[in-house]
């Protein structure tokens, strides 16, 4: 009994050793560190927390988790007051916007003093951001139209005969041949024209000038040539085939009369059409009528030949409007000296009206308007956004006119700019983006 006494008054020391030590240590560690201990944990899982020193369930001294001092808050410098609804209304003390509301302390951000809203670059490729550069150049308001090629009526000539005869030899064997002004297209024997040139003969033998002068305007009025009526007083030789000849250069069309067809002054022989200049006529809306007048730039392309811009003018405005489409038709001039414009070609045209020259543009997709103001974004180096409020002035297809707050050069973002603007506005940095740099 003696023995078990002595034992467990061993153990009793041992125990109290033990819990002094580790007092003993955690006061130890809390007076080096300076700071009070929350916990103790285990080295390898911090989910084995402890009130005091001990091991973990690995034999491992358990680690002192310190408590955080609370740390002193840095005030905010107070930069303006703003209207919550205009971020350009700005006071340098508390009041009432115009609209009756109170204004809205700005404080200095750390994250940013020049008022930029900064971007990583992996955010900007994940929004797709692009941009553009602002340029200056030619504008005006326009109207985007389709249309079609069609020959210049101006420049068609109908070959018609003003006696009947009979087509003895034709020159011209199939359409879409190509002749020059002067060379043969037929030959045609007519009785009327054989009669005029044996009066005219006898005119001349007569020395009659007033009936020479008679026979002669006959022959003429019957479409003989003066080349024609000059062989014949010089030979004195009728010519029983009358050869006719193309009045100018052209491409035919209609080859209606065959070879060995008798024909009478109302048939059409054929027609020979020139493409140097052609037409193109083109439809525009009701609204767009006012915009339209003769002399008007018009700008076209066509798809089959990309890159490629032909310039031409509006030289007539039809007088009335199509009742079904309620659509007014347009004629456009262009000059075609290479004739790859054809007849019937599909062709997109835009028609200027109040060109001005020399004006700073920007993409149209670039604005945005939030109906209090316009504004655009500018993007800086690293990833830095400025908006920067604009105003804007004529719309001419996919540009817009800026009259002020830019300059030429400056990058405007043309893609993803309302995802950046309304980072900005969650932010609350909109207010201090208007006067960025």
């Known amino acids: ?85 205009d971020a350009n209304y700005r006071r340098d003390k508390p009041g009432k916007s115009p609209m009756g509301m109170d204004l809205v302390p700005v404080y200095e951000e750390a994250e940013d003093a020049s008022g930029a809203v900064i971007i990583s670059p992996a955010m900007v490729q994940n929004l797709g951001v692009r941009t553009a550069v602002t340029e200056r150049g030619r504008l005006g308001r326009m109207i985007d139209t389709v249309g079609y090629v069609s020959f210049d009526e101006s420049l068609i000539a109908h070959v018609h005969l003003r006696v009947e005869g ?40 007569s020395n009659n000038q007033r009936l020479i002068g008679f026979s002669r305007d006959r022959l003429l009025s019957l479409d003989i040539s003066t080349d024609q009526v000059e062989s014949l007083r010089r030979t004195r030789k009728v010519k029983q085939n009358v ?16 070879q060995g067809m008798f024909v009478k002054p109302a048939t059409r022989v054929m027609s020979l059409v020139d493409l140097s200049r052609v037409w193109v006529q083109v439809e525009v809306f009701e609204r767009q ?16 030949l990309p890159g490629r811009t032909w310039q031409g003018d509006v030289v007539y405005v039809y007088p009335e409007l199509d009742k079904k489409t309620r659509t007014l038709r347009v004629r456009l001039q262009f000059d ?22 020399n004006i700073l543009y920007v993409p ?46 400056d990058k405007v973002v043309v893609s993803g700019q309302f995802l950046i603007d309304s980072e900005a506005s969650l932010k609350g940095s909109q207010t201090r983006m208007s006067d960025g740099e």
Not at 48 to 69: A, F, I, N, T
Not at 336 to 350: F, I
């Open 243 to 258: 050869t006719f000849r193309a009045r100018q250069d052209g491409i035919v069309t209609s080859l209606n009369t065959p």
């Open 1 to 85: 009994m003696k023995r078990i006494n002595i034992i467990i008054s061993l153990l009793l020391s041992v125990l109290l050793s033990a819990c002094t030590e580790a007092g003993d240590a955690e006061r130890d560690v809390a007076t080096e560190s300076g700071k009070e201990i929350d916990y103790w944990v285990a080295p390898m899982d911090a989910n084995y927390r402890r009130d005091k020193p001990g091991k973990s369930p690995m034999g491992m001294d358990l680690v002192p988790v310190y408590k955080e001092q609370p740390t002193e808050k840095k005030e905010k410098k107070l930069l303006y007051w703003v209207a919550p609804m």
């Open 364 to 409: 149209r997709e670039a604005i945005i308007n939030s109906g209090r103001m316009t504004r655009v974004l500018i993007a800086k180096d690293a990833g830095k956004f400025f908006a920067r409020e604009v105003t804007t002035g004529i719309e001419s297809g996919e540009y817009t006119e800026i009259t002020e707050g830019l300059q030429e050069g």
């Open 336 to 357: 075609n000296p290479d004739e790859n414009l054809k007849p019937n070609m599909y062709a997109n045209v835009k028609l200027y009206n109040g060109i001005k020259n």
């Open 166 to 205: 009979w087509i003895e030899k034709l020159y011209v064997a199939n359409e879409g041949e190509r002749v020059k002004k002067g060379d043969a297209l037929f030959e045609l024997y007519s009785p009327a024209l054989v009669n005029a040139q044996e009066e005219y003969l006898e005119a001349l033998k």
């Open 289 to 304: 009528a006012d915009w339209v007048k003769d002399g008007q730039p018009a700008e076209m392309k066509l798809a089959f």
